[in-house]
């Protein structure tokens, strides 16, 4: 009956392991999501000209741009480069950008705003091919 109990303690705790894992991968993808999610709000504010919505989009790209742990792919490096510097500076990036972004959209500068998010758009493009690429 002990024996029982262990053999179940065992996988009880090796189910969890498994479950933080995945998990953890899950949220990262999910984040990446909702980033994703956040440009296509910004950039249908641009479209229906609404400055309600770009801030939405820009307040929801700022809150998940700063989970910078989801910018790194496990078991992803490349020697001399430190991962976690490399996200965090993407981070500061894309959040400085975004603020842009708003602020341009405010005083009535599309171009200038959309520029931005084209700005944007390239970290994003830029950090999948080199994170790829490793
Ligand atoms: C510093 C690195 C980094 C930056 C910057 C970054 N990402 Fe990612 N992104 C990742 C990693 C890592 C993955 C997982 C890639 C893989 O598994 O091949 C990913 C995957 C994705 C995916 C695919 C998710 C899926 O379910 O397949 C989307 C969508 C995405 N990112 C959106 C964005 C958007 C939008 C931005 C910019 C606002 C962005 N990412 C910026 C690192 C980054």
Redesign the pocket.
């Known amino acids: 009956m002990i024996k029982l109990n262990k053999v179940w303690l065992i996988m009880v705790l090796l189910g969890g392991v498994t479950y933080a894992q995945e998990h953890f991968q899950l949220d990262?993808?999910q984040n990446?999501?909702e980033?994703?999610i956040?440009?296509s709000t910004i950039q249908k504010g641009f479209l229906y000209n609404n400055i309600n919505v770009v801030k939405n989009g820009v307040n929801d790209?700022k809150k998940t741009?700063s989970h910078t742990e989801s910018?790194?792919?496990e078991g992803?490096s490349k020697k001399g480069i430190n991962t976690l510097v490399?996200?965090k500076k993407?981070t500061e990036n894309?959040t400085k950008l975004a603020d842009e972004i708003l602020l341009s959209f405010e005083k009535g500068d599309r171009y200038e705003a959309a520029n931005g998010y084209l700005k944007?758009?390239s970290?994003?493009l830029s950090?999948?091919q080199t994170?790829?690429s490793w």
């Open positions: 990262r993808m990446m999501r980033m994703e956040a440009m790209l741009a910018f790194i792919k992803v490399y996200a993407e894309i944007i758009l970290k994003c950090c999948h994170i790829r």
